[in-house]
Each structure stands twice: as C-alpha cells, then as structure tokens.
C-alpha cells in the first residue's frame, strides 16, 4: 500500500457508527457507484437520496451474530467498506455473504481490497464462527479474478441475471469461499 497498511475497523452495533462515518460510507458508495463499481446500486448515476437511505437500513442492522461492517481508513480518510451478513436460521447459519465490497476509485491497486477481504475472513471464520462464506458479483468487470486470487471459487453462474441497458446483460456470478 501506498502509505502503509491500513485501519480496519469493525462495527457490530449501529451506535457505534457515527454520523461522520455514515456520511463517509454514503459519500464512498456514491463514487464507486458512479465510477461503474458493482456495489448494490446498478443505474447510476446516483446521489445521497439514494445512498444515504441504504446506509441507514445496513448500520441499522448491525448486531455481532448477524451483520458486521468493516472499513479501511488511511490517514483518517475512509478508503473502502464492506458488510458480512448471516441468518440466523439453523438450516443456514454456518455461512455468511459479503455484501458491497468496495474501495475507492482512485486508491484502487494499493492493497485496501485485499486488506479488507483477509480480515473479513478472519472474523467471519474466527469471530462469527462460520464455515463458508458467499457473495454474486456482476461478470463483465474483473470482479472474478480478483475474487478468485483471494481463494474464492466459482460456483455457478445466473446467465444475463442483471439488465443494465437494452442491450447490456450480464451474468451473475456465484462464488463461495470455504473457511474449514
């Protein structure tokens, strides 16, 4: 990394994220989503109207068994973010899905997804005690190799499962990494 490893950070509670977080977590999802980041916000352009409201619902929903927020600051200033989230049902509780892995544009290849996705194993697997966890990525944007170098298999794929114009429809892909 450019300057050094990052901060990480979780949170587990929607108290113990500020205001001044939220606002940096909406701000941060704003500009992956309009640079073409696939972060659970498919037409941009989009603003705070949307972002903010999708915040509040993801902080709100934090608890230590079944959703937790990780976030990487360099120097203070949040360079990227992302939510593991579990059932808490028995059939389904040994595995979790990442949710809005993302980093900011311009400090992309500096580490800070790969920091942020090794802790996010770590304590899902250590801390949360899960078997396997799982996320869909939209084909089309490198999101599969990038995924696949941190251990990340492919297992299936929704053919042209996302529309994002008339004549542009992707695949979403499946993929799961083991913890065991």
């Known amino acids: 990394m450019a300057n050094g490893s990052p901060s990480l950070t979780q949170f587990t509670s929607a108290d113990s994220v500020s205001p ?28 705070h109207t949307q972002a903010v409201p999708a915040v509040d619902r993801m902080v709100g929903a934090l608890a230590p068994a079944t959703s937790r927020l990780l976030t990487a ?4 200033e949040l360079v990227g973010w ?3 989230r579990r059932d808490a049902g028995a059939l389904i509780a040994h595995w979790g899905t990442l949710h809005h892995v993302q980093t900011r ?11 942020l996705m090794n802790e996010a194993r770590r304590f899902a697997r250590d801390e949360m005690n899960l078997e396997q966890l ?6 089309g944007v490198g999101l599969e190799d990038f995924y696949g170098r941190l251990g ?9 499962a996302l529309r994002l114009a008339p004549d542009d429809d992707r695949d979403e892909v499946l993929m799961l990494l083991d913890l065991l």
Not at 73 to 76: E, R
Not at 105 to 115: K, L, S
């Open 82 to 84: 992302l939510n593991v």
């Open 105 to 115: 544009p311009a400090v992309r290849g500096r580490g800070y997804g790969v920091a």
């Open 152 to 160: 990340w298999k492919e297992i299936g794929r929704w053919p042209r």
């Open 20 to 47: 001044k977080l939220q606002h940096a977590l909406a701000d941060c999802w704003i500009e992956v989503t309009n640079a073409g980041g696939a972060a659970g916000f498919p037409f941009p352009p989009i603003d």
């Open 134 to 139: 799982h996320l869909a990525a939209r084909a």
């Open 73 to 76: 600051t360099d120097h203070g």
